[in-house]
């Protein structure tokens, strides 16, 4: 199904009043279950070990201390006086579910076609079976400029609390469009709030170039700088943003997408080598637990 904001309805600039934004939910597709199942036994290795590593880190929360039981690890002297004996206290462990929810926002223009749609896809998978064990709320959502007209679509992928068979849609990863990162940005930080009630949000942007909508010749200074301003508001108003810039093979830093894109991101990884973009982004979900 499909639900239609407006830019306005989703608070961003006026250079986004008349651009229409369809949120898109997919419906599962059983079809894709098989190739899903590929990439999954592919790199079932890599899952088993990132969920240790993110095990370990919630193991080694520091415990916290609680009162008033009749029997436990020990005594607290201060409670001795208790007519109910409620004496002895107990060690517990840090909560093993993070109060955490992390949207990945993927660019899903017309650039990010062949290896680096291949790799969004493969890292996306990794991270949506690493996240659900550990219980940790996200989802997974793909947007695009419609070229000449005033639209974007963000694709639902993944949505918070999905059903099981939504992975499968991870699959239907693409790359065509253009990009109005600004409009995106603000949406996912509407749709994050409306969706989860932790403290700790993030959005965790996926992107090979700077912002460029042909329909208004939103791109160039004017799209980097509303983009910038977006990412800024966002941040200050509690929402994390980290985005990871696509570098596969760049040598030249003066022309790469990290270049083009650090001046609107406050908080950007490079990523030189595409077969280490899973172990960079559950880095930067790992230290946000920390």
């Known amino acids: 199904?499909?639900?239609?904001?407006?830019?306005?309805?989703?608070?961003?600039?006026?250079?986004?009043?008349?651009?229409?934004?369809?949120?898109?939910?997919?419906?599962?597709?059983?079809?894709?279950?098989?190739?899903?199942?590929?990439?999954?036994?592919?790199?079932?290795?890599?899952?088993?070990?990132?969920?240790?590593?993110?095990?370990?880190?919630?193991?080694?929360?520091?415990?916290?201390?609680?009162?008033?039981?009749?029997?436990?690890?020990?005594?607290?002297?201060?409670?001795?006086?208790?007519?109910?004996?409620?004496?002895?206290?107990?060690?517990?462990?840090?909560?093993?579910?993070?109060?955490?929810s992390v949207l990945l926002l993927i660019d899903g223009s017309g650039s990010m076609w062949g290896e680096r749609r291949d790799s969004a896809m493969i890292s996306s998978v990794i991270l949506h079976e690493v996240l659900k064990k550990q219980g940790i709320e996200h989802a997974i959502v793909e947007h695009r400029g419609k070229f000449t007209e005033p639209e974007i679509d963000v694709n639902i992928l993944v949505d918070f609390n999905a059903k099981d068979e939504e992975k499968y849609n991870i699959m239907q990863l693409d790359g065509e469009g253009d990009n109005r990162d600004g409009l995106a940005l603000y949406w996912a930080?509407?749709?994050?709030?409306?969706?989860?009630?932790?403290?700790?949000?993030?959005?965790?942007?996926?992107?090979?170039?700077?912002?460029?909508?042909?329909?208004?010749?939103?791109?160039?200074?004017?799209?980097?700088?509303?983009?910038?301003?977006?990412?800024?508001?966002?941040?200050?108003?509690?929402?994390?943003?980290?985005?990871?810039?696509?570098?596969?093979?760049?040598?030249d830093e003066d022309d790469s997408t990290y270049n083009d894109l650090k001046e609107i991101y406050p908080h950007l990884v490079q990523c030189k080598d595409l077969k280490r973009l899973t172990g960079q982004i559950l880095s930067i979900v790992s230290k946000q637990l920390m």
């Open 189 to 251: 930080e509407k749709y994050i709030n409306q969706k989860t009630f932790c403290d700790n949000k993030l959005i965790l942007v996926l992107s090979d170039g700077q912002p460029a909508h042909q329909y208004d010749e939103y791109y160039g200074a004017v799209a980097n700088k509303d983009t910038a301003n977006a990412a800024k508001k966002i941040i200050n108003r509690g929402t994390n943003i980290i985005a990871v810039a696509l570098d596969n093979g760049c040598d």
């Open 1 to 100: 199904f499909k639900v239609e904001h407006s830019g306005n309805s989703v608070g961003a600039t006026p250079v986004h009043k008349n651009i229409k934004i369809n949120e898109n939910h997919p419906k599962i597709n059983l079809n894709l279950k098989t190739a899903y199942k590929n990439i999954y036994s592919q790199y079932q290795l890599n899952i088993n070990s990132y969920n240790s590593r993110f095990l370990q880190l919630l193991k080694s929360q520091v415990p916290t201390k609680e009162n008033r039981f009749q029997f436990g690890s020990g005594i607290d002297s201060k409670r001795m006086g208790d007519v109910k004996r409620r004496i002895w206290f107990r060690n517990q462990r840090g909560n093993e579910i993070p109060d955490m």
